[in-house]
């Protein structure tokens, strides 16, 4: 979602901005912009409604006064108000002189609003994000020190966010949050703030993350404030995100690389973990003592992947579970010895940090993410940290194989460290899972072959449908959403079971109906109800399939995933469908329409 950096360097700040903005772009965004504090102590404001390249072209054809080492810049996900440049960060006070980026959300902006107009303020946008300007600029009448006013001005905000404040007469540039992730860096190249420690990683090698109320100067010495009171800093992170990881190497899209990657990523996900299942000793690492129950809370991919790991739980375990939409999870009634699974790639997804506020009493809130340093991180009882590496494509490929193979080692090894699966059964299942890299890498080839001719079969069908039993339910739900996002049709998962009580009435001659087959005996009758009425069938399964991707095509038989949660491969044919008609339809496929990799607002 939106996007922060700033610097304060001896170099010029236009090519530092516009550079991490660049590496922002993976989280989504519908508009781009810079202030950089000139020579004559004015700003720089350039904003653009295209990509963050027309920013850089901007910057480079300013001829105004000198662009100083000092500014800030923003990508924006349209929130308040529409795209346009007024509505494009950053924002300005009435003066010129204070310039403003935020994320998160300021909830009481329309009232602030109208206080500010009456006092006399003219805005320029229509977003929540311009109050702070003026605020700022109301309380540097009063105290001419831009830390103060700040501080000042902070409790009359409702909502989230992470705002960096710059003056331009003075270029003392401030930066706070309260809810939504900023982090500040110093290097031989100078200080940056960011809220993602990619946007700044080629010049820094360590951050500080700040926590809800920091407020932080940078200036010749980096000072932490809370509520106007000296604060210690807190604890250095080494940064170990690589510009490696921008390289396409030879794929088309980041979303084909990470597709590609899913095998290594499972397989050292796997070495890392299957020491400690058996034995019980990964559970134990969380902390987690008794417990009855287990629920997944997420959104989207995430909310899949926890129901995968749910079914663990539930069928190898005997232990009940729910699956909880963060958005719509206010107030759940738990109990007090429910394990409760956050699960969150980013781990700053909005409805996920509301969701985990309003659980109540719980045995343990474990945090699922791919990043341990992250807001849900700090809320949570135990990080379980999925190890998916760095994801550029904002759909999600490789993170859910992450989220689902570490959330099955460590639900496997809560059975065993509590008595409901034994060691030796425990082990058969690690033995399985040892599969799961090969199991990915034959279904990636057997996809590559097989999709290009669904692709030319379905390139004009206006909507889909997605069909499973047991276990590959959750798996057509997370085929179908991966085209929905990707291709921008209509596509509908359903257990196959539920066909004759409605979704039946939408097949008609040419439907696609893509089934999930996990060798359930029932699919059988479900594939010849649609086939009967002209569907276009694609089968995901093994030897004779039209997508032969499962483990039971492979010339060495291996299972089609593990048979309580799988089949896992099956979403990569699925991913690979998405991805090729989107292409083929002209789309994105790293940057769909409305959507954003870490959703920060609800």
Request: aromatic share 6%; proline share 5%.
């Given at each position: 979602?939106?996007?922060?950096?700033?610097?304060?360097?001896?170099?010029?700040?236009?090519?530092?901005?516009?550079?991490?903005?660049?590496?922002?772009?993976?989280?989504?965004?519908?508009?781009?912009?810079?202030?950089?504090?000139?020579?004559?102590?004015a700003t720089a404001t350039l904003r653009t409604v295209t990509r963050v390249d027309s920013l850089g072209a901007l910057v480079k054809e300013w001829s105004g006064q000198p662009l100083t080492g000092t500014g800030i810049g923003h990508t924006r996900w349209a929130t308040h108000g529409a795209v346009t440049e007024a509505n494009a960060h950053p924002h300005r006070d009435c003066t010129g002189r204070i310039s403003v980026v935020h994320n998160g959300i300021i909830e009481n902006a329309d009232e602030l609003r109208q206080q500010l107009v009456a006092a006399g303020h003219e805005f320029a946008s229509d977003v929540d994000?311009?109050?702070?300007?003026?605020?700022?600029?109301?309380?540097?009448?009063?105290?001419?020190?831009?830390?103060?006013?700040?501080?000042?001005?902070?409790?009359?905000?409702?909502?989230?966010?992470?705002?960096?404040?710059?003056?331009?007469?003075?270029?003392?540039?401030?930066?706070?949050?309260?809810?939504?992730?900023?982090?500040?860096?110093?290097?031989?190249?100078?200080?940056?703030?960011?809220?993602?420690?990619?946007?700044?990683?080629?010049?820094?090698?360590?951050?500080?993350?700040?926590?809800?109320?920091?407020?932080?100067?940078?200036?010749?010495?980096?000072?932490?404030?809370?509520?106007?009171?000296?604060?210690?800093?807190?604890?250095?992170?080494?940064?170990?995100?690589?510009?490696?990881?921008?390289?396409?190497?030879?794929?088309?899209?980041?979303?084909?690389?990470?597709?590609?990657?899913?095998?290594?990523?499972?397989?050292?996900?796997?070495?890392?973990?299957?020491?400690?299942?058996?034995?019980?000793?990964?559970?134990?690492?969380?902390?987690?003592?008794?417990?009855?129950?287990?629920?997944?809370?997420?959104?989207?991919?995430?909310?899949?992947?926890?129901?995968?790991?749910?079914?663990?739980?539930?069928?190898?375990?005997?232990?009940?579970?729910?699956?909880?939409?963060?958005?719509?999870?206010?107030?759940?009634?738990?109990?007090?010895?429910?394990?409760?699974?956050?699960?969150?790639?980013?781990?700053?997804?909005?409805?996920?940090?509301?969701?985990?506020?309003?659980?109540?009493?719980?045995?343990?809130?474990?945090?699922?993410?791919?990043?341990?340093?992250?807001?849900?991180?700090?809320?949570?009882?135990?990080?379980?940290?999925?190890?998916?590496?760095?994801?550029?494509?904002?759909?999600?490929?490789?993170?859910?194989?992450?989220?689902?193979?570490?959330?099955?080692?460590?639900?496997?090894?809560?059975?065993?460290?509590?008595?409901?699966?034994?060691?030796?059964?425990?082990?058969?299942?690690?033995?399985?899972?040892?599969?799961?890299?090969?199991?990915?890498?034959?279904?990636?080839?057997?996809?590559?072959?097989?999709?290009?001719?669904?692709?030319?079969?379905?390139?004009?069908?206006?909507?889909?449908?997605?069909?499973?039993?047991?276990?590959?339910?959750?798996?057509?739900?997370?085929?179908?959403?991966?085209?929905?996002?990707?291709?921008?049709?209509?596509?509908?998962?359903?257990?196959?079971?539920?066909?004759?009580?409605?979704?039946?009435?939408?097949?008609?001659?040419?439907?696609?109906?893509?089934?999930?087959?996990?060798?359930?005996?029932?699919?059988?009758?479900?594939?010849?109800?649609?086939?009967?009425?002209?569907?276009?069938?694609?089968?995901?399964?093994?030897?004779?399939?039209?997508?032969?991707?499962?483990?039971?095509?492979?010339?060495?038989?291996?299972?089609?995933?593990?048979?309580?949660?799988?089949?896992l491969e099956s979403v990569v044919p699925m991913q690979i469908l998405a991805r090729d008609l989107a292409l083929a339809l002209g789309r994105d496929v790293d940057k769909p329409r409305n959507l954003a990799k870490s959703v920060t607002v609800e």
């Open positions: 979602m939106c996007g922060i950096v700033a610097c304060r360097t001896t170099d010029a700040a236009g090519p530092y901005l516009v550079r991490a903005l660049g590496l922002l772009e993976y989280r989504g965004y519908d508009s781009a912009g810079v202030a950089i504090r000139t020579a004559g102590s994000s311009e109050v702070v300007c003026h605020l700022v600029e109301d309380a540097l009448a009063e105290t001419d020190d831009l830390h103060a006013a700040v501080t000042s001005m902070l409790p009359r905000l409702a909502g989230s966010w992470a705002l960096v404040v710059m003056d331009a007469a003075t270029g003392r540039l401030i930066a706070t949050a309260d809810g939504s992730p900023l982090l500040v860096a110093r290097s031989a190249r100078g200080d940056f703030v960011a809220s993602d420690a990619g946007a700044i990683a080629e010049w820094i090698d360590d951050y500080r993350v700040l926590h809800d109320g920091d407020v932080v100067e940078l200036a010749e010495s980096v000072s932490w404030m809370r509520g106007g009171i000296p604060t210690p800093p807190p604890p250095v992170i080494h940064s170990t995100w690589g510009g490696a990881d921008l390289s396409l190497d030879h794929h088309a899209d980041f979303m084909d690389k990470e597709i590609d990657e899913q095998p290594e990523t499972a397989a050292r996900i796997l070495e890392h973990l299957v020491p400690g299942i058996a034995d019980g000793s990964l559970w134990r690492s969380t902390g987690v003592v008794d417990f009855n129950r287990v629920a997944m809370i997420g959104c989207g991919t995430s909310l899949n992947a926890g129901g995968v790991i749910g079914m663990v739980f539930s069928r190898l375990g005997g232990v009940p579970f729910e699956s909880l939409v963060a958005s719509e999870a206010a107030g759940p009634a738990l109990g007090s010895r429910t394990v409760v699974f956050a699960i969150s790639q980013s781990g700053e997804t909005a409805d996920v940090l509301r969701a985990v506020d309003d659980v109540g009493s719980v045995s343990s809130l474990i945090a699922l993410t791919n990043n341990p340093h992250s807001t849900l991180a700090r809320r949570a009882d135990s990080i379980v940290n999925c190890f998916a590496g760095r994801e550029i494509g904002v759909a999600a490929t490789k993170t859910f194989v992450a989220q689902v193979v570490t959330g099955v080692s460590y639900a496997l090894s809560a059975l065993v460290e509590t008595g409901r699966l034994s060691s030796a059964d425990a082990l058969r299942q690690v033995e399985d899972m040892r599969r799961i890299p090969d199991l990915l890498a034959q279904a990636i080839a057997a996809s590559r072959q097989s999709i290009p001719a669904v692709v030319d079969q379905v390139r004009d069908a206006t909507g889909f449908l997605y069909l499973g039993r047991g276990s590959g339910v959750v798996y057509a739900a997370e085929g179908a959403l991966k085209l929905k996002e990707l291709s921008y049709r209509w596509a509908e998962h359903y257990p196959a079971g539920e066909l004759k009580h409605g979704p039946l009435a939408l097949v008609e001659a040419g439907t696609p109906v893509v089934v999930v087959d996990n060798g359930d005996r029932r699919l059988a009758s479900n594939i010849a109800e649609v086939a009967a009425r002209g569907a276009n069938v694609i089968r995901i399964g093994g030897a004779g399939s039209t997508v032969p991707a499962l483990g039971l095509s492979m010339q060495s038989p291996l299972p089609g995933g593990i048979e309580s949660w799988g089949p």
